[in-house]
């Protein structure tokens, strides 16, 4: 081959290489050119958005722990219990083998913590943790309150006690937070103090009652609470032993022969007494025919005491003892009962009419009915007055007047009321009637 052919193939491998060698640089500068106008990928460093709010939840409830995230991108989110340092939950699954612990996420951003069914021990301290280098951590309080509940061990249960000594009950109760106890009683009434103030209810786990009296009897309650529903309470009953006491409201009762009459006492026992009636002589007033007893009770520890005797004859008028007997010993009370004509019992009745009158009487007049002091009967008349001063007085005339139809000569004790009603009746200047008065 010629010298030419080689020059002319030599040219066009220069020229063919030249042109591999441009395609080449121009790749490259394309490529070049591309990695220019694509950023690389930027990692933002993730950050807590909100802090974590404590929550209160009572006991047996749920409670949820929030914990907010800005920016997670490929890091981690983790709960942990800070005082025992146990790892709960990372991202969506629970590594703990606590079956009352969940976990859920918003868009990656909000990570939710549940704890069921909470108990007393999950109060405390978590934490939300993300797994940057340095780590980043925020932490959040659970508190968990429990409703009082009253401990039957160090509280009282129902008392006896004898009347006159000293009384402490008590009340113990536990709940978070601390309960307060309250003393009431459970009627209502007022409790009296050692120093004779009456308060409708006490705080404090002691109720103290010095010198307890029959009138502390009763139930009372013992009150625990926490603002946590509900509360709680507790009854206790003090039971206060006393012997018996009797009462008698008229111990003088006049009645008629052939009538009908009721002798009442009240009487106050605990235990409760055995209640019956005697004679003077002390014979058993037996039940049936013309007597009928009967008790009533009228509070817890006192009592009403009847006896219907119907009709009367001579022989009912006298003395009835009522009689009230308990463990603690026995007391009685004593009525007597005496007769009224049936001509006194007219005047009576007709005596309301007769004092709406102008009445009035002179001090002569008195004297000269019962025979008192002449020396009484020389006083020198006063001048008329009206009747208003005498009607208060009028019981009393009325009853003297009965006391000397039924005897058949005054007694020291009658002649002294009768002197009494004289001079009283000289003090206040009392006017003569027209018209004289005479025994029935």
Known sequence: MSAKYYQRLSTNNASYLTNILVLILLMCQKCSTQRIETP????????FSYPIANVTAPVGRDAFLTCVVQDLGPYKVAWLRVDTQTILTIQNHVITKNQRIGIANSEHKTWTMRIRDIKESDKGWYMCQIN???MKSQ?????????????????????????GSNVTLKCAAT???????????????????????????????DLIIPRVKRQ??????????????????KRITLVVHFPPMITVQNQLIGAVEGKGVTLECQSEAYPKSINYWTRERGEIVPPGGKYSANVTEIAGYRSSMKLHINPLSLAEFGAYRCVAKNSLGDTDGTIK????????????????ARHKADLSLSAESIDSMYGTSSAASQHPRRPRQTLSCLIPMLPLVVMLLLMRMTTSSPS?????LLTTLTRQLRKIQ???LPQTLTHV
């Open 40 to 47: 690389a990928e930027v990692i933002v460093d993730p950050k």
């Open 132 to 134: 940057t280098d340095p």
């Open 139 to 163: 932490m959040g309080y659970l508190d968990v309150v429990v409703p009082p509940d009253i401990l039957d061990y160090p509280t009282s249960t129902d008392m006896v006690v004898r009347e």
């Open 175 to 205: 709940g978070s937070p601390e309960p307060t106890i309250t003393w009431r009683r459970e009627s209502g009434v007022a409790i009296e103090l050692a120093n004779g103030e009456e308060v409708p209810s006490i705080e404090g786990t």
């Open 216 to 233: 502390h009897m009763g139930a009372y309650l013992c009150i625990a609470s926490n603002g946590v529903p509900p509360s709680v309470s």
């Open 337 to 352: 009962l005496y007769r009224i004509p049936p001509n006194a019992v007219n005047y009576v009745e007709n005596f309301d």
């Open 412 to 416: 020291s004790s009658s002649s002294s």
């Open 430 to 432: 009392l006017t003569l």
